[in-house]
């Protein structure tokens, strides 16, 4: 703890650290933060026409405290039973222009930054949470991915366009949810909007019609635990884990059919398409060994329908130990990556979402790549050429790749220094764990009780991702991140 007592001061100092040891800036810098204060108003003069869609029952769905609000929602049924759903994404690119020094920050870092004890903000919080976010009640500027969805779950059409949106209702995931579940009433405001509760319902319905789609071509459908810290004042007092969370598959189901939507939009218009892919599992041997011990089979090459249907069949056998099953398929799957795809090259989809045609677009107050989506978007939408070159996008998805990589590996550390705070005390202490990583920089293991990463210093010969193991915690280090546990035996 530092000399005045605060476990938020010393969290924030070592997540600073951690960012600049990997290449990130943990401060906006001089140049970008007084361009930002020289913006008065949010933009309200587009470039190219835009439609008038203020009247609709637009509503944000985030997290409680989240201002850097990034897109709205609305459906509209039709009475042959289609639903035309409609995804405002906030037009970052009216305020932040291509090579200006917001836009050299932002493309530094190319993400926010997540830790528990502070967010580091991609954009100057000015813009991030005040004049780019879909603010309550406030008119901005958007581009719009329309969907006319069938009503089971399958895409009739789609559009892309800019309009003016107002938010009528910032609403929350958790609030949203316990009133969609039937455990709480509807949101206050939600309540105060006449016809807004029709509106949550007709989207979820929408959500849900859209998710089987995808999983019956092989969506796979994980429940991984997010963990939630507890601060009494600046004093770090608990980590929770969050259950899921029915508003957050809402949201979530929306914008990856508004992403598909988008880089089938720059395919059609001959632009390149600034994808994000995972591909086929390198450790399918390994995903096969794991089902095998559960008494089931999978085919001898990867394919994410069975693995679906696998971890479909898991989570209905054995739900408490979904989520670690979730983690240790996630893990071997591998991370994503940003790739390049110029007009009429076969992109190589994402794996774990079984689609083709994905990108990031929905969040560009918080992520880079969504920026330069939007950009190219917007070119194509005005007829003009794309703003990029290929050897510009090239460059930049594989730095964006590489950042991104570095931003989770310090959420990844910042996270470990606080649990390591929690458990200081209980050195000694033995848990039931399960392999998350093994490979020749060590053999890590995940505590869900309480909720914790760390290294196997001891006993870890033979150990691959997916076992489960005793372990007794031998020794913590705040300030490095570090939780090391030694393998007992059962």
Not at 138 to 158: F, N, P, Q, W
Not at 223 to 230: F, P, S
């Amino acid at each position: 703890m530092t000399a005045n007592g605060s476990n938020r001061a010393e969290l924030r100092a070592i997540a600073e650290q951690a960012m600049r040891e990997r290449g990130l800036e943990p401060e906006i810098p001089p140049d970008a933060a007084a361009e930002a204060s020289s913006l008065r108003a949010a933009p309200s003069a587009p470039e190219e026409p835009v439609r008038d869609l203020r009247q609709l029952l637009w509503c944000s769905i985030d997290n409680d405290d989240s201002r850097d609000l990034d897109q709205l929602s609305v459906a509209e049924p039709a009475a042959n039973g289609d639903v035309k759903v409609l995804v405002a994404i906030a037009d970052v690119d009216a305020a932040v222009k291509k090579g200006s020094a917001i836009d050299r920050h932002a493309a530094v870092n190319t993400t926010s930054v997540y830790t528990p004890a502070v967010i580091f903000p991609m954009l100057p919080e000015q813009l991030s949470t005040d004049l780019t976010s879909l603010a309550d009640h406030e008119d901005r500027l958007s581009i719009v991915v329309e969907l006319v969805v069938a009503s089971d779950g399958t895409l009739k059409g789609s559009a892309v366009y800019g309009a003016r949106v107002r938010n009528c209702a910032k609403l929350a995931y958790n609030s949203v949810d316990a009133w969609l579940t039937g455990h709480g009433p509807l949101p206050p405001a939600a309540a105060a909007v006449n016809g807004m509760d029709e509106q949550l319902r007709v989207q979820d319905r929408m959500a849900q019609a859209l998710n089987r789609v995808r999983r019956e071509h092989g969506a796979l459908e994980f429940e991984t635990v997010q963990v939630q810290h507890v601060f009494d004042g600046d004093t770090l007092r608990d980590a929770r884990p969050e259950t899921p969370n029915r508003a957050k598959t809402l949201i979530e189901n929306l914008m990856i059919a508004a992403n598909g939507v988008t880089a089938r939009f720059l395919e059609g218009r001959g632009f390149p398409v600034f994808r994000r892919v995972v591909r086929s599992p390198e450790r399918w041997d390994r995903i096969r060994d794991v089902a095998a011990a559960t008494g089931d089979r999978l085919p001898e090459q990867a394919d994410s329908i069975a693995l679906s249907q696998f971890l479909a069949r898991r989570r209905q056998a054995a739900p408490a130990d979904y989520p670690d099953l979730s983690l240790t398929i996630i893990r071997l799957l591998g991370p994503g990556e940003y790739v390049v795809d110029t007009p009429g090259v076969e992109p190589p989809g994402h794996f774990g979402l079984a689609v083709r045609d994905y990108t990031h677009s929905t969040a560009p107050n918080r992520r880079y790549p969504d920026l330069i989506t939007q950009r190219l978007l917007k070119a194509a939408l005005a007829a003009k050429r794309p703003p990029y070159a290929i050897e510009e996008l090239e460059q930049l998805a594989s730095h964006c790749t590489k950042q991104e990589d570095a931003a989770n590996k310090v959420e990844r550390q910042v996270r470990k220094s606080a649990a390591a705070m929690l458990v200081a005390s209980r050195v000694g202490a033995r848990f039931d764990a399960v392999v998350t990583g093994a490979s020749p920089k060590g053999t890590y293991v995940r505590v869900s009780a309480p909720p914790m990463e760390g290294k196997v210093v001891r006993g870890d010969r033979g150990l691959d991702v997916g076992d489960r193991v005793r372990v007794e915690l031998r020794e913590v280090d705040v300030r490095r991140g570090y939780i090391d546990f030694a393998r007992i035996a059962d």
